[in-house]
């Protein structure tokens, strides 16, 4: 035990200067190694200390007053070694409970930060998704009020072009039958003859009518005058034919109208819809990329931590060492010799009959 617990010593003493060299008993060797280096000591007080080692030579009972006083000194001096090795191991104790403390809190707070990256990956990829469903309502929406816009523009194309006939019809009606018929003048069949291809009259009057056109009102017969009274006819029903025709389109046009008017909202809605899903998307991903940070930060900081706490674990327990091999060593080799009982001596007869 001795020998390891001097080796000890003179390793923890190192670091406060060499012992001085000169000849001591083996078994005192790490006592005079601690008290050579009691730095709270001046040099004559060690040298004195180092002097009175030799009262634990002696028995405990047989020693000099002056020298229980010196072991008395001597055992204060190394309890101080005691006390100064116990101090570094509570104090890197300490140091490893900090450090081993940060490293459970690093540890939490590394897998909460990787459960709120995957988290924040979650919400990026919903993000992204309904990004997607956003961008395609938008192009629906956008091919419904195409189709709901080429019905309307069909429809009012339709109307206008009903309306231009009949105005057309009416103002040839106007100027090249009636009135004529009201001022008795013949009328001008080759003025007729583009619309009257286009009434519901019997074939027979439309080849009837040429004829009839040149005569005035005295000099037409009974014929002529069914044969005008027929066109008449024919051209008013063409007329009504046509005002029912806009009126019928108007309701046409106002429902494609409307329906136009909704296209636009729905579009515009789904535009929103898409905006606002872009935001999310962009703001997803910001907080996933502060989430990576916040990840890579948290085990950064643990490789940073784990030498650190490996060097601390090292002096820990190398301090711890130093102690119980100093207490087990060099205390201990003091302490038996402190209470070194005399030696029994073998009478003479005893020797002899041996």
Avoid at 83 to 104: P, Q, R, V
Avoid at 115 to 131: P, T
Avoid at 193 to 204: A, G, I
Wanted: aromatic share 2%; charged share 30%; proline share 3%.
């Amino acid at each position: 035990m001795a020998p390891r617990g001097n080796k000890r010593a003179e390793s923890a003493q190192s670091l406060q200067g060499s012992p001085k060299k000169q000849k001591v008993d083996p078994k005192l060797a790490g006592i005079v190694a601690t008290l050579q280096d009691a730095g709270h000591l001046n040099e004559h007080c060690r040298e004195m200390l180092i002097t009175m080692t030799m009262g634990l030579a002696k028995a405990k009972a047989e020693r000099h007053p002056a020298q229980t006083l010196g072991v008395a000194m001597i055992e204060e001096t190394l309890q101080d070694a005691k006390a100064k090795f116990a101090e570094a191991m509570a104090a890197s104790h300490d140091e490893l409970s900090n450090l081993e403390a940060s490293s459970s809190i690093l540890l939490v707070r590394t897998t909460a930060a990787d459960a709120s990256l995957k988290e924040k990956q979650a919400v990026r990829s919903a993000a992204h998704a309904s990004l997607d469903v956003a961008k395609q309502a938008v192009v629906t929406a956008e091919k419904a009020l195409a189709e709901v816009k080429e019905l309307q523009r069909q429809s009012v194309a339709s109307v206008a072009a009903l309306e231009k006939e009949k105005a057309t019809l009416e103002a040839a009606f106007q100027e090249h039958l009636k009135t004529p018929m009201e001022t008795n003048q013949i009328l001008a069949h080759h003025f007729l003859q583009p619309f009257v291809n286009k009434l519901d009259l019997e074939e027979s009057l439309k080849m009837a009518l040429p004829s009839s056109c040149v005569k005035t009102k005295e000099q037409r017969g009974s014929f002529d005058d069914l044969v005008i009274s027929e066109l008449v006819k024919a051209w008013n029903k063409k007329i009504a034919l046509l005002t029912k025709s806009i009126e019928d389109e108007a309701p046409v046009v106002s429902e494609r109208k409307a329906a136009e008017l909704t296209a636009e909202a729905s579009l515009e809605g789904t535009q929103s819809v898409e905006q606002t899903a872009a935001a999310e998307l962009e703001a997803a991903r910001t907080a996933e990329v502060e989430a990576e940070g916040e990840v890579c930060k948290a085990k950064e900081e643990s490789a940073e931590l784990g030498p650190k706490l490996k060097q601390v674990v090292d002096k820990h327990s190398s301090h711890k060492a130093i102690l119980e091999d100093y207490v087990a060593g060099t205390l201990a080799t003091f302490e038996a010799l402190r209470d070194k009982a005399p030696v029994e001596e073998v009478p003479a007869a005893a020797t002899a009959g041996a």
